[in-house]
């Protein structure tokens, strides 16, 4: 069964400043992996898809990376604002060939102007 | 615009009192899903559906019911809801599960 972990649950950065959040899977054989964002009281927004032929996938100043080997994807978020404050969570297919998605608990984020 | 709508936003009921939660979405995606999201066990995939009359169990299916007669719309029906069904629920769809999953803007349901 694919386990998702994300940490840490929470994450307190000063404006301005690189980030990465972590992302680790139990099953690596996957097809693709997401991010999300998640506003307090809102739904999730897909932020990057990476296909598993991927290494890297980038969208302004976001790049999620996966290493299928080693069972971990990054985001990375290049001068962070305080707008970015928001929880990121990750998911995975539950296996290859089964179309459910399991998601990690999230990363809450927060930017300190 | 594209989007993926559900309804009510919020909902208060009591034990036993049938209710249904309606997703509709205007992308002609195939793929349809449900979760439910309760603190400390993140997003759990209830039901989903690859196509019409093509639906099956997610993570945490039990006590729900879910039916996908027009490609736009999967209602998820709960027949006699119980407090531990008290969570945030969100619909999403996609083109395929191997694409992006655009997700509705929750329904929080509170049962008595």
């Known amino acids: 069964k694919q386990e998702v972990t994300q940490i840490p649950a929470a994450l307190s950065v000063p404006e301005g400043e690189n980030l990465v959040l972590n992302c680790s899977f139990t099953d690596s054989a996957i097809y693709n992996l997401q991010w999300f964002r998640q506003d307090p009281g809102k739904g999730l927004t897909s932020l990057l898809l990476?296909?598993?032929?991927?290494r890297e996938q980038t969208s302004g100043r976001l790049n999620a990376s996966l290493d299928k080997s080693s069972g971990r994807s990054t985001l990375y978020i290049a001068a962070s604002q305080p707008g970015d404050s928001a929880t990121y969570l990750c998911?995975?297919?539950?296996?290859?060939?089964?179309?459910?998605?399991?998601f990690g608990t999230g990363t809450r984020l927060t930017i300190i102007p | 615009e594209a989007q993926v709508t559900q309804n009510p936003r919020y909902l208060i009921t009591v034990t036993g009192k049938k209710l249904t939660v309606t997703c509709s979405q205007n992308?002609?995606?195939?793929?349809m899903s449900w979760y439910r999201q309760d603190p400390g066990l993140g997003l759990r995939q209830i039901y989903y559906s690859m196509n019409v009359e093509v639906t099956d169990k997610g993570d945490v299916p039990e006590g729900y019911k879910v039916s996908r007669k027009e490609k736009r719309n999967f209602p998820l029906i709960l027949e006699s809801p119980s407090p531990n069904q008290t969570s945030l629920y969100f619909c999403?769809?996609?083109?395929?599960?191997?694409?992006?999953?655009?997700f509705g803007p929750g329904t929080r349901l509170l049962v008595l």
């Open positions: 998911a995975a297919p539950a296996n290859f060939g089964n179309e459910k998605l399991t």
């Open positions: 992308m002609n995606h195939e793929y």
């Open positions: 990476i296909q598993s032929s991927q």
């Open positions: 999403a769809s996609s083109s395929g599960n191997r694409e992006t999953q655009y």
